[in-house]
């Protein structure tokens, strides 16, 4: 069998009823299946979905949002560089550390450690995105930042 020979079977399909044409038809005289009065009663009306009956759309109601949304925009952890004397002296400071350690609200792009503040001791960092004053510190200090 093809589908350009198909056979139609009896009773396979149900015709639909077709509404206004008279009492026999199952939906005819009157109303026809509408109600009786109203804005849907009426021929070739549409009602739209977000039609609140005249009052102030909800689209209208709520407030625009300006500016322009970077989809390319890198965003970064921010910490700087006086955050890190808490760690002992000498020691290798990853991402993976600080996560290890509690700290968890990183950003998808990662941790950029800016320059504000002291830094009091010789720390390396691996793993990180650096402004060039938190460089300078950390170097002074011996340390070295990859």
Same mark, same amino acid.
């Given at each position: 069998?093809?589908?350009?020979?198909?056979?139609r079977?009896?009773?396979?399909r149900?015709?639909?009823?077709?509404?206004?044409?008279g009492?026999g038809s199952?939906?005819?005289a009157?109303?026809?299946?509408?109600?009786q009065?109203?804005?849907?009663s009426?021929?070739?009306?549409?009602?739209k979905?977000?039609?609140?009956?005249?009052?102030?759309?909800?689209v209208?109601r #709520?407030?625009h949002i $300006?500016?322009?949304? *970077?989809?390319?925009?890198k965003k970064?952890?921010? !910490?700087?560089? +006086?955050?890190?004397?808490?760690?002992k002296?000498?020691?290798?400071?990853t991402?993976d #550390?600080?996560?290890k $350690?509690g700290y968890r *609200?990183?950003?998808?792009?990662g941790?950029?450690? !800016?320059?504000? +503040?002291?830094?009091?001791?010789?720390?390396n960092?691996?793993?990180?995105?650096?402004s060039k004053?938190?460089?300078?510190?950390?170097?002074?200090?011996?340390g070295?930042?990859?």
């Amino acid at each position: 069998m093809e589908l350009n020979n198909l056979v139609r079977i009896k009773g396979n399909r149900k015709k639909g009823k077709r509404i206004g044409r008279g009492v026999g038809s199952g939906k005819g005289a009157h109303t026809v299946g509408r109600g009786q009065k109203g804005q849907k009663s009426r021929g070739s009306r549409k009602v739209k979905a977000w039609f609140e009956g005249g009052q102030l759309p909800l689209v209208k109601r #709520l407030p625009h949002i $300006g500016g322009f949304r *970077n989809p390319t925009q890198k965003k970064y952890t921010v !910490l700087n560089v +006086g955050f890190f004397n808490k760690f002992k002296d000498g020691a290798k400071i990853t991402v993976d #550390l600080l996560k290890k $350690g509690g700290y968890r *609200n990183i950003e998808k792009d990662g941790i950029k450690i !800016l320059g504000k +503040g002291t830094l009091s001791k010789k720390l390396n960092f691996e793993g990180f995105i650096y402004s060039k004053s938190a460089i300078k510190q950390i170097e002074k200090l011996g340390g070295s930042a990859k």
